[in-house]
Structure formats: structure tokens, C-alpha cells
């Protein structure tokens, strides 16, 4: 089992930046693929960003290429999403993901409890 909470969430102005903590718990993190999701209301989850258990493999859906980042310290069991150039259109809670790298964007095994981004413009 692993357990994932994240943290970081809040309310930024557009143009500005937050970083999502996810603080993993449980069975060894560093074997696990990691991703985050985001959900706006009305719409679907969407995967926004992932890495393999490696870090030698990254994913970013094209609406956040080049202003989000995914990154990990396996010291200390956390996977961070640096977020950048903030658009309303980002607003959503997100969610912390582990998994197998070839599905963790699509079906991850692990889900944590969410953090809310909201974005004025």
C-alpha cells in the first residue's frame, strides 16, 4: 500500500506560481511511477504530468508543456509539481498519483486526497 497527501494548493493570481507537494508513504516510493491529475468542475480528470520510477521518463499534456514541472526527491518520499505562468484556465483540484509507468496515466493505482488551485484572473 501507498499512501500520498498532497499539499501546496491554493488561491494565485494568473501569471503566477505555486508547487504541489505529494508526500508519499508506505511501500518503497522510489519503485513507483508518480503523476498528477488535475479536475475542473464539469470536466474530466486529466493527466497533466508524469514520471517513471526511474525519472528517466517524463509526460506532460500539451495544455502545460513548458510552465509545469514534475520532480522528485526520493530522500525524502515527495514528488512536487512547480507550476508556472498560471492561467484561470488551470484552475482544478489536483491529484497525486503512483503506479506502473505504463498505465499510472491512465489508471494509476494510488490516489491522493486533492488539493485545490484556483487561478484569478
Known amino acids: 500500500q501507498v499512501q500520498l497527501v498532497e499539499s501546496g494548493g491554493g488561491l494565485v493570481q494568473a501569471g503566477g506560481s505555486l508547487r504541489l507537494s505529494c508526500a508519499a508513504s508506505g511501500r518503497t516510493f522510489s519503485r513507483y511511477a508518480m503523476a498528477w491529475f488535475r479536475q475542473a468542475p464539469g470536466k474530466e480528470r486529466e493527466a497533466v504530468a508524469g514520471?517513471?520510477?526511474?525519472?528517466?521518463?517524463?509526460y506532460y499534456a500539451g495544455s502545460v508543456k513548458g510552465r509545469f514541472t514534475i520532480a522528485s526527491d526520493n530522500a525524502k518520499n515527495t514528488v512536487y509539481l512547480q507550476m508556472n505562468s498560471l492561467k484561470a484556465d488551470d484552475t482544478a483540484v489536483y491529484y497525486c498519483?503512483?503506479?506502473?509507468?505504463?498505465?499510472?496515466?491512465?489508471?494509476?493505482?494510488?490516489w491522493g486526497q486533492g488539493t485545490q488551485v484556483t487561478v484569478s484572473s
Open positions: 498519483a503512483a503506479g506502473n509507468w505504463i498505465r499510472v496515466l491512465t489508471t494509476p493505482d494510488y
Open positions: 514520471m517513471s520510477g526511474s525519472g528517466g521518463y517524463t
